[in-house]
């Protein structure tokens, strides 16, 4: 194998142990010696300009050059990150090396979540690279749950029977075993405790050419269940990989023939996988030729940019993100504990139809030790910048709920970050950061003191 590059798209913001875990993956499979000491993800400049491209550091292995990561949009169900082995930057006819799915999210906190609602990915992946290396990374940052729960076993049983790995986690070699027949699956899938009642069970039946699984894939105004859809992605692939050619019908989905579109994910994965939905006619989806494009428009490419040249760049830190279309992360208390944010200030109120009472959280919150300053982040496109600052107004509710009991002592900044456009300074007092489309830094009129810190020991490092 030559020395290249390694390549990370990702439509996440890269944590540094995440990509540390990534790293060591590569290696392992590859038998290359490596050593990770700090990693550090730097944004690339040339002549003062962001070329939206970052660099990891801190990586040492013979067998690779340079460590590169770059922001990428999915079309339709994409996985957090590809990985590429090769000279030059990945374009789409490239084929990756990795297909990897990273989550926090334990049965301890969610059953469905922790294992279903990603499942799809990895079936739906296939459409384009057929048998790429797929791997489940779990980052947990509340304690795994001790016996793990019946949804948990199955689910993870079926991702080992499509070939998925599982890193991350503790599991049970006993236990967590692939799969080896259709019949296994419908027996464990049997002897599992029944929904709550109300709830439409998923259910695997079989007769002679035919399996029928049932489960509720109506969600919203149309077909929208991501955990089932999940599910039953992941028990329909599982049926075919293990060699089943019959007929494989959904049931009790509560669906009508308007809410199946051709884009829709299940409906692309129904049609590769010959899934039928009862009653219904499922629409030839049209194949997508890219799996992915390059972001050149999202928000949180201003958003990302400022969270990681503050992490690298400071001794500062986030403490919550919520980046545009990435995993919302977890707020950090002054002792260091991870809590899930709640969505309502009065959730019986939210319900009772008091619009109100819904928590409007910020894109990003970080922490200046040294200043005693949380700022609250609203992140925003350029042309778009006056919704961002009305936004702002509305923080009060997590100011009130979260910052002020856990760090009472701390002044609270709001401030706007943009990405887009091709000003190279901004007027509105609101603004901290603009990082415009050409890669220009631009601070605000009254950037946060962490901000100027931040940019400056970016641009004298690059100087």
């Not at 590859?30 to 300009?49: H, M, Q, S, V, Y």
């Not at 992946?125 to 076993?153: D, F, R, S």
């Not at 509105?428 to 100027?452: C, Q, R, T, Y």
Request: proline share 3%; net charge positive; charged share 30%.
């Amino acid at each position: 194998m030559k020395n290249s590059n390694l390549w990370i798209l990702t439509e996440e913001r890269p944590k540094r142990e995440v990509i540390a875990n990534i790293l060591t993956i590569f290696a392992k499979d590859n038998k290359f010696a490596c050593f990770i000491d700090t990693i550090r993800i730097l944004p690339i400049l040339e002549n003062g300009r962001f070329t939206f491209l970052y660099e990891v550091v801190g990586f040492r292995c013979n067998k690779i050059k340079r460590v590169f990561i770059k922001s990428v949009s999915g079309f339709s169900s994409f996985v957090d990150f590809l990985v590429f082995y090769q000279e030059k930057q990945p374009t789409q006819k490239d084929t990756p090396l990795y297909a990897i799915e990273e989550t926090k999210t334990d049965d301890k906190e969610s059953r469905n979540t922790g294992v279903y609602q990603r499942a799809s990915k990895f079936v739906f992946i296939e459409n384009y690279y057929p048998g790429i290396k797929k791997t489940m990374l779990y980052k947990l940052q509340v304690g795994q749950k001790e016996k793990p729960t019946a949804t948990y076993i199955f689910g993870t049983k079926l991702l080992l029977t499509l070939g998925v790995e599982i890193m991350g986690k503790k599991l049970d070699e006993k236990i967590f075993t692939p799969f080896n027949s259709v019949n296994e699956i419908l027996d464990f899938k049997k002897k599992m405790r029944r929904a709550h009642k109300g709830n439409v069970p998923i259910l695997i039946k079989k007769a002679e050419d035919k399996i029928t699984i049932s489960g509720r894939l109506y969600k919203s105004g149309g077909l929208a269940h991501d955990p089932n859809i999940g599910a039953l992605s992941l028990i329909s692939a599982a049926i075919r990989k293990l060699g089943w050619n019959g007929k494989i019908v959904i049931s009790k989905h509560g669906l009508k023939q308007k809410h199946l579109q051709a884009d829709n994910k299940f409906i692309k994965i129904a049609n590769k996988l010959n899934i039928k939905i009862q009653g219904l006619s499922i629409p030839a989806s049209k194949h997508q030729d890219n799996y992915w494009k390059y972001e050149t428009e999202g928000e949180k490419l201003g958003t990302i940019f400022i969270h990681l040249v503050v992490e690298n760049f400071t001794k500062s830190f986030s403490i919550f993100e919520n980046h545009a279309g990435c995993e919302k992360g977890y707020f950090i208390t002054s002792d260091g504990k991870h809590i899930p944010l709640e969505k309502y200030s009065d959730r019986k109120a939210y319900k009772a139809g008091n619009k109100n009472k819904i928590i409007s959280i910020p894109d990003l919150i970080l922490i200046d030790f040294g200043r005693s300053e949380v700022i609250n982040i609203e992140g925003k496109k350029y042309q778009f910048r006056q919704n961002g600052i009305k936004e702002l107004k509305s923080f009060g509710d997590i100011e009130k709920t979260y910052i002020k009991k856990y760090y009472p002592k701390y002044k609270i900044i709001r401030t706007v970050v943009l990405y887009g456009g091709t000003e190279k300074k901004v007027i509105e007092i609101e603004v901290g950061f603009l990082l415009n489309e050409n890669g220009d830094l631009v601070l605000g009129i009254k950037a946060p003191a962490l901000f100027k810190e931040a940019i400056k020991n970016l641009l004298d490092f690059w100087s």
